[in-house]
Antibody
Framework: QVQLVQSGAEVKKPGASVKVSCKAS????????MHWVRQAPGQGLEWMGVINPSGGSTNYAQKFQGRVTMTRDTSTTKVYMELSSLKFDDTAVYYCARDRKVVPADHFGAMDVWGQGTTVTVSS | DIQMTQSPSTLSASVGDRVTITCRAS??????LAWYQHKPGKAPKLLIF???SLESGVPSRFSGSGSGTEFTLTISSLLPDDFATYYCQQYHTSPWTFGQGTKVEIK
């Protein structure tokens, strides 16, 4: 079955970087974009960016430009989200989520399959 | 950025009630709108895409409508499993943006 399995919880100090992985299975990895969404404690959902696993192109939210890097490894069917210069308010649950439209598509789609979430805690 | 505003923020309802949640966009976005259900400790679940299309496997008591700037999610008859937080999300223009969420609580 289609599944996204994320890496485990992380605790980082302010200023450090964190790299979260998301392993896809049960479908053709390069056929669907992958988004990253986060939820800080007590807050709503926040879109961070999207990667095309086929060519590796990315589109980041302006808020995270310069701090976030999304990459993929087609040999292991994993996508990665690295966030640098961590601040206390980066403490959140980070999700990967598959776009439901097959690449190439005339328009992006909604997010139909989600990973289980990775808790990142920024603490001194 | 397109701002998404949901109302109400919290909704108290009973099992069997008909529930409607509204989502308004700061600019027209055709029908590129999704609705998600989110429970604590779980991943969000896609319910509706393209404003009114029911995702496979989602019960038919969930329905969506609207286009342009105003959208609604309706649950025709609440079940105990439906108590959760619901988010709308636009995917018309990057950055994709979510509403602030509507928490559906037990009355």
């Amino acid at each position: 079955q289609v599944q996204l399995v994320q890496s485990g919880a992380e605790v980082k100090k302010p200023g450090a970087s964190v790299k979260v992985s998301c392993k896809a299975s049960g479908y053709t990895f390069t056929s669907y974009h992958m988004h990253w969404v986060r939820q800080a404690p007590g807050q709503g959902l926040e879109w961070m960016g999207v990667i095309n696993p086929s060519g590796g192109s990315t589109n980041y939210a302006q808020k995270f430009q310069g701090r976030v890097t999304m990459t993929r490894d087609t040999s292991t069917t994993k996508v990665y989200m690295e966030l640098s210069s961590l601040k206390f308010d980066d403490t959140a649950v980070y999700y990967c989520a598959r776009d439901r439209k097959v690449v190439p598509a005339d328009h992006f789609g909604a997010m139909d399959v989600w990973g289980q979430g990775t808790t990142v805690t920024v603490s001194s | 950025d397109i701002q998404m505003t949901q109302s109400p923020s919290t909704l108290s309802a009973s099992v069997g009630d008909r529930v409607t949640i509204t989502c308004r966009a700061s600019q027209s976005m055709s029908n590129w709108l999704a609705w998600y259900q989110h429970k604590p400790g779980k991943a969000p679940k896609l319910l509706i895409f393209k404003a009114s299309s029911l995702e496979s496997g989602v019960p038919s008591r969930f329905s969506g409508s609207g286009s342009g700037t105003e959208f609604t999610l309706t649950i025709s008859s609440l079940l105990p499993d439906d108590f959760a937080t619901y988010y709308c999300q636009q995917y018309h223009t990057s950055p994709w943006t979510f509403g602030q969420g509507t928490k559906v609580e037990i009355k």
